[in-house]
């Protein structure tokens, strides 16, 4: 069987729940933001592959503009848990709970 | 099998294996072994990219990602002095909900994917390169306000982190 745009799917399907798994599991901050970091890589593979199997760019121009905002997200994200952390002195979201009635 | 066929497969499990790593690695609990696994299935990503012909995608995924995001990441960890992670007591309730949860979606998604038929061109000859995405990005006229928009977000974004580090938080 040839590989087609199922194949690649199922490897994004299988790497977003990958991510989501993280997200709900670790309690630490910067593991979690790497597991965000996993799930909007595998959108971008999934917009790649309709991209490549219906013959036109505009997915890997979303994927662009994406990539560019991450950046942006990352570093924004970054700032606000070095912020976090100097004010409580922890990374881990069980101690985050100052928003817990 | 064809041998871009052989390389798909390669590329897939590698994708995953260091994936699945970066989630949950049963010999280390450090940040940093996270952050390198993450780098290593970026780079396993990116030959995905290539064999779907998006060169460019390619190497702006190992420059941004592998290079100045993993670079910024590890930075902060550094800064940060974390401990070894210690053991806490496992959460079951947050095991079972993330299971459930995870296991839901993904069933989801297989049956999407493989159930109806996808449209699909039985031979795909579109390029990705950097003279394509050009032309697609700067004649078509499409993409030029998106284009600016971001370019004021990136600025916008730094303006931001450097307020958010300075030393007093008012």
Redesign the interface.
Known sequence: MNVGLEHYLTVSAMLFCLGLLGVILRRNVLVIYMSLELMLNAANLALVAFSRFNENLTGQMMVFFIITVAAAEVAVGLALIVALYRKRQSAHVEDLTSLKL | M?F??IL??LF?FL??LF??L???NPFSRN?VT??MF?VL??CA?AG??VL???F??AA??IL??AG??MV??LF??M??D?KE?QR?KINLF??V???G??LG??FL??RT??GGD????AN???I?DTK??GL??FTKGQ?LL?FEI?SV??L???V??IL??KKE?K
């Open positions: 064809a871009p066929d798909f497969y897939a994708t995953l994936g699945a970066v989630v949950a940040p996270s952050a993450l299935t970026i990503m995905l990219f779907l012909n998006a460019f995608l702006v995924q941004v990602y100045a995001v910024l990441f902060v960890i800064l940060l974390l992670e806490r947050g095991i909900t993330g299971m949860s995870v979606l993904g998604l297989m994917i493989w996808l449209e699909q061109a795909p000859s579109v990705g394509a995405l697609e990005l993409f998106p971001v977000l990136l916008v974004a730094m931001g982190v958010l580090s938080l």
